[in-house]
């Protein structure tokens, strides 16, 4: 079930809440000032990034002024897991009044684990409901809610995307990280694609940033002639590396973030990030105005874009179908 929530219906909502959130009021109430955790696992030079900007100035959009209405607690744990328990934990002791998780599942768990009091708005999540971080899309439940990556749904498009760009692909290697539990039963995603064209799917473990060389070299030794890159924090945080890397092998990738293609990569077919973060800000305006986040769905991305890169493809020799290039958000050239 997809669930969509626009900017016109969560402002209408706004103070229409029956219940607040007691924590969240009292907090705001006795500080004067909102007090916002942000618990990543990125590095900290993302605080400037497009993504995070956008989650700032939609919240500065809605009123809020840094450093007199609000105040924002960053825990970058630097593509480190262990981490996120502990800053997670440390923003629960700390009583933010919300708790602002993105990218990803592991990041959103380690929120959930660490406060049931506490709201928790994510971003970029997976699997929500098979990890029950909700009981449902339409009802969360619990003390957390926000915007998924449709992740279940893309990779399959995803290999169909590459098979039309390289319609010479016969083996496709898919990074994936075993920890993430969003990536349970990945390859059955890629089954519909696999049965129409007939291409292999390779599932390739990338546990940590070590094992990004080794795997392009059993890429190569195995022969995989395209590459899926999934949206896992490690794979965010090492975009560049990755794109290097695939450059340096010469294989066709496919990545989840427009941005990724801008930086050099082949192509990317995902949720625009910045506008998912947006919208982000409204569940937690919504939730400092009194709302249960367990009564706000939780919202699937409404805009899906594809980004190719023609100078990436000109230096792999590869001629892109112009029906592909017709049906692109963007072209670099």
Same mark, same amino acid.
């Given at each position: 079930m997809t669930v969509s929530i626009g900017r016109r219906e969560l402002l209408a909502a706004l103070g229409g809440a029956a219940v607040a959130w007691p924590l969240a009021a009292r907090a705001q109430q006795a500080s004067g000032a909102a007090r916002i955790g942000v618990l990543s696992p990125l590095s900290a030079s993302?605080?400037? #990034?497009a993504p995070f900007e956008a989650f700032r100035k939609a919240l500065r959009d809605l009123g809020y002024i840094e450093g007199k209405s609000i105040n924002f607690i960053y825990r970058w744990a630097d593509g480190n897991h262990e981490r996120l328990?502990?800053?997670?934990?440390d923003l629960a002791s700390s009583k933010v009044d919300v708790i602002f998780s993105a990218p990803g599942t592991p990041t959103a768990i380690a929120a959930r684990n660490a406060t049931? $009091? +506490?709201? +928790?708005?994510f971003a970029g999540a997976g699997d929500v409901v098979g990890t029950r971080l909700v009981e449902s899309l339409a009802r969360p439940a619990g003390n957390a809610t926000g915007l998924v990556n449709e992740s279940q749904d893309l990779a399959g498009k995803q290999l169909e995307l590459l098979i039309e760009a390289v319609p010479t692909v016969s083996q496709v290697g898919v990074f994936w990280r075993p920890s993430n539990p969003s990536y349970k039963n990945l390859? #059955?995603?890629f089954d519909a694609v696999v049965r129409a064209t007939g291409v292999k799917v390779v599932l390739i473990d990338v546990e940590r940033r070590a094992d990004l060389e080794p795997a392009f070299e059993t890429i190569k030794k195995s022969r995989i002639d395209g590459l899926l890159v999934q949206a896992d924090d490690l794979f965010i945080n090492e975009g560049t590396r990755i794109i290097e890397l695939a450059a340096a092998y010469r294989v066709p990738a496919i990545y989840r973030l427009a941005y990724q293609a801008?930086? $050099?990569?082949?192509?990317?077919y995902g949720p625009n990030i910045p506008d998912m973060y947006r919208r982000a800000a409204f569940y937690v305006h919504k939730i400092l105005k009194g709302a249960k986040p367990g009564e706000l769905p939780v919202e699937q991305p409404t805009r899906i874009e594809l980004v190719i890169n023609l100078k990436t493809a000109k230096a792999l020799g590869?001629?892109?179908p112009p029906t592909l290039l017709a049906r692109a958000d963007e072209v670099i050239e």
């Open positions: 993302e605080t400037t #990034s328990a502990e800053f997670a934990a049931t $009091g +506490i709201p +928790i708005v390859l #059955s995603r801008t930086a $050099g990569g082949l192509m990317a590869l001629d892109v």
